[in-house]
């Protein structure tokens, strides 16, 4: 079966200090891979998707940037968090060509 | 573009009364809708899923039709529980986004007893 990963669960961080979020997808090769961010009780804010390695494209940058250095792998960073950063975190996966997405569990960030 | 529209931002109920959460969408392309549940510091987690015209699709008490002509996925459940209470979003998906729903606003449902 299949597992999606996400790491850290939760960060408090400072305004200008570097970030990395990640995001493993295990039992599944080439999916698609998506970051979303979530303002607490807002809506999903697609940011990035992810269709193979070495391949990001941006939907919404907030300040951010993504990755995928492997086939199950996809990181979000920064160099310098903003307060809007704070919110919720969601890693995504899905086949191509097929309807089924699923998040992962989430990480929480609060910068202060 | 593709859009969701959820009209209500928030939807109180007493335990055991029926309820519909609306949802309408647009797109020129065939939709695929969802309907995703949130609880409190939880992912989102699929309720519903449906692709076909005027077919009821059901789970955990839980129904929708999608209804093309009017572009609607209303969600629906006739006696809700205090474990309803959630954040409820609609969705759609048309193949052509990178494979990505894309969001309605959300409905926070909340059940009193």
């Known amino acids: 079966a299949q597992t999606i990963h996400q790491w850290p669960v939760a960060e408090i961080k400072a305004v200008g200090s570097p970030l990395s979020l990640g995001c493993t997808i295990k039992?599944?090769?080439?999916?698609?891979l998506y970051w979303y961010w979530q303002a607490t009780g807002g809506t999903l804010q697609q940011l990035f998707y992810?269709?193979?390695?070495?391949?990001v494209e941006s939907v919404v940058q907030l300040n951010l940037s993504a990755s995928r250095p492997k086939d199950d792998q996809f990181i979000l960073s920064t160099e310098k968090l903003l307060l809007s950063h704070s919110g919720f975190y969601l890693c995504?996966?899905?086949?191509?060509?097929?309807?089924?997405?699923?998040f992962g569990s989430g990480t929480r960030l609060l910068v202060i | 573009g593709d859009s969701v529209t959820q009209t209500e931002g928030l939807v109180t109920l007493t335990k055991g009364l029926p309820v519909m959460l609306n949802c309408t969408y647009q797109?020129?392309?065939?939709?695929?809708l969802f309907w995703y549940v949130q609880h409190l510091n939880e992912a989102p987690k699929l309720l519903l899923k449906?692709?076909?015209?005027?077919k009821r699709t059901e789970h955990q008490g839980f129904y929708a039709t999608l209804h093309k002509s009017s572009s609607s996925f209303h969600l629906q459940k006739s006696s809700v529980q205090l474990s309803d209470s959630a954040l409820y979003f609609c969705?759609?998906?048309?193949?052509?986004?990178?494979?990505?729903?894309?969001f309605g606003a959300g409905t926070k449902l909340s059940v009193k007893p």
């Open positions: 797109t020129t392309y065939s939709p695929f």
């Open positions: 969705a759609l998906s048309d193949g052509n986004n990178n494979n990505a729903p894309r």
């Open positions: 449906s692709s076909t015209d005027n």
């Open positions: 992810s269709i193979t390695v070495g391949q």
């Open positions: 039992g599944k090769s080439s999916p698609n």
């Open positions: 995504a996966w899905s086949l191509t060509g097929t309807s089924d997405y699923t």
